[in-house]
């Protein structure tokens, strides 16, 4: 059964939402322009798709093929004009976090800290050293600040190898030992990991979360500068109709080629991108799900997830757990933010093309579990169009995957020139081809524009060249992931109808090198679907090999593209070179060089 949903607004901010109504925000016409917007953007496209497939009249592979083109286009227009309303706002609204986040107007940068925080880690089988020295120095940050007092710091664990559990004992017990505030430190295990991470999440709330105003949730990954904590907890503080707040949690410096040239270009794309979803989302914006401030009594009373009908993969605990949160939040009354701004707010990226595929199939389990949320009563539209919009996310994979498999069906029934001509009219095709590529590439597009606008931003990455060779080389690189990671969405959703599931287990944080047999393991598919791709290209049309020279170059070379990011040769080259280096890379702030002063590991003996 879906969860009763109490809808009544808390006493606190009343007056605000009354206030808030009488000056009418205005986000229910800024959502009628982005739908107006995206609607004619997609009716464009298949107007000329379907210009394109009727000549020489209709088989069913052209239906197959316009049905394909069709189920990609809704995230890309999305992604499309996010990305151009969030370039406008950032070049030319002059404040544009505060435009987009009223709240911060309302909170200092010295008001005490009143709030009672958690910040809470949940862990399984991770690496304890790694994530006990983050706890550690974000507790230690908070005391140089003067305000430790006001943060307890929790470990939630679900680990259930012996191993992993005597090492986070042991690193427990010798950070309390090394702490000024041990009292403040509190490790617990469950014995199971049943609810995987929201499970872990809603045990604490329900457990502890009574003794906190707001808590912080971390993933094994997380790590944000005391500033960024305090920032988060005040302006929480000054906003109690906020449910829900977080800025951008950006890739910390990695040492793998794959890892760095990743977060170059998901760094650019972020901007302008979140930038534009915030407008016109507003106050129901997205939640990640971690390096956020959520309202504790709100979370625990309005935030439990229904578990669904059903055997896993789609029917069970939910999975993909945080913008189901942000949905029942928002039901709840209460607003949910994003600060649009790079915070000192961070997070790692996977290190090799296998360890993203496999963090990415986890995330596409959870979202196609969204199928059964988006008529949840209660819910705002707004949180069901984000619902749609994470399935969506998965949904073009197949889509784009089923166009081409249409292409060689009907390219193998007309072997001749005129056939394939007929189908692809050279004009418009090559402007429908350019058309879609420039609309895939524009939040990368959006973000470098700004910052090539920007000498002081410029010179954050080292200088402008760097820039352009950088953003040139990752569009490359996104350009070979691309289809790569679409073929893998698509075995693995055509899996989950016969009930395949991805084990939701430890990622791999570090680490270089990746042997062939590995990658050969998870990428055999790409290379057979470049091989007959290639061999229908020779056979019936020769003359279009340059257009789809990218296509197959990222399905032929995937195992040597996986195997070549990931070693250490290259990565190690990349980094003292700085290509793609982060701002910080060439000055780590303050908050990260803390991380590199780890002391001894407690569970290791052999260290120095």
């Known amino acids: 059964m879906p969860p009763q949903i109490d809808t009544t607004v ?12 009488r000056a009418g925000y205005p986000y229910t016409r800024r959502r009628r322009l982005v739908f107006g917007l995206n609607a004619a953007t997609i009716g464009l496209l298949i107007a000329a798709m379907l210009s394109i497939l009727s000549n020489g009249g209709w088989s069913w592979a052209e239906g197959v093929m316009l049905a394909g083109f069709a189920l990609t286009l809704p995230w890309l227009s999305i992604g499309f ?4 309303i969030g370039l406008a706002i950032r070049l030319f609204v002059k404040d544009p976090v505060r435009y987009l986040t009223p709240a911060l107007e309302r909170a200092g940068g010295d008001d005490a800290i009143v709030y009672r925080t958690a910040l809470a880690m949940a862990v399984r089988n991770e690496d304890a050293k790694t994530v006990v020295r983050r706890l550690e120095a974000m507790q230690a940050a908070l005391i140089d600040l003067g305000t430790g007092d006001k943060f307890d710091l929790h470990l939630l664990s679900d680990s259930d190898r012996p191993d992993a559990v005597a090492a986070e004992e042991a690193e ?9 505030q041990p009292e403040r430190i509190f490790y617990r ?6 609810g995987f991470k929201a499970g872990n999440l809603r045990e604490f709330v329900t457990r502890c979360g009574g003794n906190y105003d707001i808590f912080i949730p971390l993933d094994a990954d997380s790590f944000l500068s005391g500033k960024a904590i305090l920032r988060l907890v005040r302006t929480m503080q000054a906003s109690p109709e906020i449910g829900i707040l977080q800025s951008l949690a950006i890739g910390m410096p990695a040492k793998t080629c794959f890892a760095r040239v990743f977060q170059f270009g998901m760094r650019h794309g972020m901007r302008s991108y979140t930038t534009g979803s915030a407008w016109w989302h507003g106050d129901c914006g997205p939640y990640w799900g971690h390096n956020a401030a959520v309202r504790t009594a709100a979370f625990r009373d309005h935030c439990a997830l ?9 029917g069970g605990h939910i999975l993909s757990h945080d913008q189901v949160e942000a949905a029942l939040m928002r039901a709840a009354g209460y607003e949910v933010r994003v600060i649009c701004e790079e915070d000192e707010s961070w997070e790692e990226n996977p290190p090799s093309l296998p360890d993203f595929i496999k ?6 389990q959870g979202n196609m579990q969204y199928w059964r949320l988006l008529a949840l009563p209660g819910l ?6 984000q619902l749609a919009l994470a399935i969506l996310m998965y949904a073009g994979a197949p889509g784009w995957m089923a166009f081409i498999a249409g292409w060689a069906i009907h390219a193998w029934s007309f072997p001749d020139t005129n056939g394939i001509e007929a189908l692809f009219p050279p004009e418009l095709g090559i402007l429908l081809f350019l058309t879609v590529t420039a609309i895939a590439l524009m ?3 959006a973000g470098i524009v700004e910052l090539l606008l920007s000498r002081r931003s410029c010179k954050r990455y080292g200088n402008t060249a760097r820039v352009l060779i950088g953003a040139g080389s990752e569009l490359l690189f996104s350009t070979l992931l691309a289809p790569i990671v679409a073929l893998a969405q698509t075995r693995f959703l055509l899996g989950l109808l016969c009930g395949r599931r991805i084990a939701w287990d430890t990622q791999r944080r570090e680490g270089y090198g990746l042997s062939w047999r590995e990658a050969w393991r998870g990428l055999w598919l790409q290379s057979l679907a470049g091989i007959a791709l290639l061999t229908t290209l020779i056979y019936t049309a020769p003359q279009l090999l340059p257009w789809a020279a990218p296509l197959l170059t990222a399905f032929l070379g995937a195992t040597l593209f996986a195997v070549s990011t990931a070693a250490a040769l290259p990565s190690k080259l990349s980094c003292r070179f700085g290509l793609w280096d982060i701002p910080e890379d060439r000055i780590a702030p303050t908050a990260l060089q803390s991380l590199a002063e780890a002391p001894p590991s407690s569970s290791c003996p052999n260290s120095r």
């Open 10 to 21: 808390p006493a606190s901010f009343k007056a605000w939402s009354t206030r808030v109504k």
């Open 189 to 194: 295990r469950r014995n199971d990991n049943s």
């Open 380 to 385: 705002r539209p707004a949180s069901r169009v």
């Open 443 to 445: 939040p990368k597009i």
């Open 306 to 314: 229904p578990i669904l009908p059903g055997k896993p993969p789609l």
């Open 81 to 84: 004009w996010n990305a151009l």
């Open 359 to 364: 963090r990415d199939l986890r995330w596409c």
């Open 172 to 180: 427990l017990a010798a950070w309390q030992q090394r702490s000024a």
